[in-house]
C-alpha cells in the first residue's frame, strides 16, 4: 500500500487501493484542506516533491495552467503510483470529525419534492454518522465518476442516508437516478465529507441559505439545530431562492420544526419577475440575497450563516456578507463546489 509522508513527517497516512491522496489522508484523520472534493475548488492543492501520482481529472477547474506548470497537484483528484512526500498546508478545521467511509447501500425509496427535486433514500446496514450540513459520494450503477450529493436528514441510527436531488438535463447520474434506479438497487456511498456543517457551539442567530439542491444540506442544518439542546429556543430563518414559484421548497419541512412561526422563520424569493407575475407569486421577488438583506436587518451583523447553492446565489451573498458587512468569515459556512 502506498504510504503519503506529508511536510517531511507532520503526517504520514497509507493509500488503499483506488483512494485519492485526500480521501486517504481525511480517512487516517490528517487535516488536509478541502471543500469539494470533486476538483472544482482549488482548496486541496499542493506540491508532489518525491514520487508520481496519477492525474484523475486533467482539466480539473480547481488547477490552473501556471499550477500544473509548478508541479502541483489536486488531492482530491490524484492517486498515488507509490510511496509519495507531499507538501502543503495542513488545517486543523479539516480534521474529520466523523472519519468517512465506504459501504454499500440500498435505495429504499423515493419522493418527488418539486417538478425536478426528488428525494432519494439509501438504506445501509450500519448507523448513518454524520453532521448536519455534510455531503457523501454516490458511485452509481454504470456511472463512471461518483457524485457529491448532500444529505437532508440527520445522522440516526437506522441508517439511513436521504438525498435530495435535482435533476441535470442531459446528466448522466441524475439520468441513472431519476430514470433506471429502481428501490432495491445497490450503490457505494463514500462520507461523510465537507466543513459546511452546524456548529453547535456558536451562541449567535442561525441563517440558512438556500437555492436549488442546496435545499438538502439546509434542511439537515436546520433539523439539526432544532434537535441540539444547546439550541433550543435559539432563532433560525430559513431562507430559500428560486427561479419561478415551482421551483421553491422547503417550507413545509421547516414548519415540521418545534418553534416554527415563532423563533423559526422561513422566507422565499422567485428570481423571475415574469414568472413571479404569471404564477400570482405572493412573496418576494428578487434574488434571495436581497431578501436576506431586507429582512435582517441589523440582525444580520450578529449571525451564524450557512450557504448552500448555485455559484452565482454564493458569490452575491459572499459580496453582501463578506464585503458589504464586514461579517468575518468563519461566520459563514459552505463548500464551493466551483
Ligand atoms: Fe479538491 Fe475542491 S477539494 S478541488
Not at 33 to 62: I, K, S
Not at 284 to 305: I, K, N, Q, W, Y
Amino acid at each position: 500500500m502506498p504510504v503519503i509522508t506529508v511536510n517531511d513527517g507532520e503526517a504520514v497516512f497509507e493509500c488503499r487501493d483506488g483512494d485519492n491522496l485526500l480521501r486517504a489522508g481525511l480517512r487516517a484523520g490528517v487535516g488536509l484542506p478541502y471543500e469539494c472534493g470533486v476538483g472544482a475548488c482549488g482548496c486541496c492543492r499542493g506540491e508532489v516533491v518525491e514520487g508520481q501520482v496519477d492525474d484523475l481529472w486533467p482539466e480539473a477547474p480547481g488547477l490552473s495552467a501556471r499550477d500544473r506548470r509548478k508541479g502541483r497537484v489536486l488531492t482530491c483528484q490524484s492517486r498515488p503510483q507509490d510511496d509519495v512526500r507531499l507538501h502543503l498546508q495542513l488545517d486543523a478545521h479539516a480534521v474529520p470529525v466523523i472519519r468517512p467511509l465506504r459501504r454499500t447501500v440500498r435505495l429504499a425509496a423515493v419522493r418527488d419534492v418539486t417538478h425536478d427535486i426528488r428525494e432519494f433514500v439509501f438504506q445501509a446496514d450500519a448507523p448513518a454518522d454524520f453532521l448536519p450540513g455534510q455531503y457523501a459520494f454516490l458511485a452509481l450503477p454504470g456511472v463512471p465518476r461518483e457524485r457529491a450529493y448532500s444529505m437532508a436528514n440527520l445522522p440516526n441510527e437506522a441508517g439511513e442516508w436521504h438525498f435530495r436531488i435535482r435533476r441535470v438535463a442531459g446528466g448522466e447520474a441524475t439520468g441513472t437516478l431519476f430514470d433506471h434506479l429502481a428501490p432495491g438497487a445497490t450503490a457505494q456511498l463514500d462520507g461523510p465529507y465537507g466543513l459546511a456543517h452546524l456548529r453547535p457551539d456558536s451562541p449567535r442567530d442561525i441563517v440558512c441559505i438556500a437555492g436549488g439542491s442546496g435545499l438538502a444540506p439546509m434542511l439537515s442544518v436546520a433539523r439539526g439545530a432544532a434537535a441540539h439542546p444547546a439550541l433550543a429556543g435559539r432563532r433560525l430563518d430559513f431562507f430559500y431562492g428560486g427561479r419561478t414559484p415551482a421551483d421553491v421548497c422547503g417550507e413545509a419541512e421547516l414548519a415540521s420544526l418545534p418553534g416554527y412561526g415563532a423563533q423559526v422563520r422561513y422566507h422565499a424569493a422567485v428570481s423571475d419577475p415574469a414568472a413571479a407575475e404569471a404564477a400570482r407569486w405572493p412573496g418576494a421577488v428578487g434574488p434571495v440575497h436581497e431578501l436576506v438583506e431586507r429582512t435582517l436587518g441589523e440582525r444580520l451583523d450578529a449571525a451564524e450563516f450557512y450557504l448552500a447553492g448555485p455559484p452565482p446565489m454564493v458569490e452575491a451573498l459572499q459580496q453582501l456578507l463578506q464585503v458589504t458587512h464586514r461579517i468575518a468569515p468563519e461566520r459563514i459556512h459552505f463548500d464551493r463546489f466551483f
